[in-house]
């Protein structure tokens, strides 16, 4: 299986991206689309009205977020 590993430097606090990352009302937001995820490691989330799923893998406090995603047109 492929995978693919992205790292990006934003103009925001940490603290406040890794919040509102995590935080349904506030991804939905800034997304434009529905999103339902949770701030706790092993929780599954959905994004983009359910076009995308996922897990949190790994949660490191403002400093780092893992996550399994798959889109929908995904087998």
Sequence with gaps: MESLKLKITLPIAAQKLYTAWLNSKQHTAFSGGEAIISNKLNET????????????????????IVQSWRTAELP
């Design 45 to 64: 989330f959905t994004a983009w009205d359910g076009y995308i799923t996922g897990k949190n893998l790994e949660l490191v406090p403002y400093k780092k």
